[in-house]
Nanobody, 121 residues
Framework: QVQFVESGGGSVQPGGSLRLSCAASGSIFEIYSMNWYRQAPGKQRELVASIPSGGTTNYADSVQGRFYISRDNSKNTVYLQMNSLKPEDTAVYYC???????????????WGQGTQVTVSS
């Protein structure tokens, strides 16, 4: 059985930093992409950063140069380091993992429960 744990988040002043993590435990055959999304009040959910199994990262323009996504394949964990945070980064952040349980299974998608990030002075 696979379990996922999303952690991190909280409140920080503008210019501060936070780190989010999302770990998968249990037997997983392969993890494809690991991604972070966010949704601010009244707005649609948007892709913040992604890192496929090949390791080429992709970022939303609004976070380019400030956020960094990384993954530890030995721990099935994805991280989002958020630096120089701005009030407009305030949102609920969601972990998203695309994976396969075994070689015979189809592709599954995990969505985290979401963690609040608040940037305010």
């Amino acid at each position: 059985q696979v379990q996922f744990v999303e952690s991190g988040g909280g409140s920080v002043q503008p210019g501060g930093s936070l780190r989010l993590s999302c770990a998968a435990s249990g037997s997983i055959f392969e993890i494809y992409s690991m991604n972070w999304y966010r949704q601010a009040p009244g707005k649609q959910r948007e892709l913040v950063a992604s890192i496929p199994s090949g390791g080429t990262t992709n970022y939303a323009d609004s976070v380019q140069g400030r956020f960094y996504i990384s993954r530890d394949n030995s721990k099935n964990t994805v991280y989002l380091q958020m630096n120089s945070l701005k009030p407009e980064d305030t949102a609920v952040y969601y972990c998203n993992i695309v994976y396969r349980l075994n070689r015979w299974a189809g592709v599954s998608v995990y969505w985290g429960q979401g963690t609040q990030v608040t940037v305010s002075s």
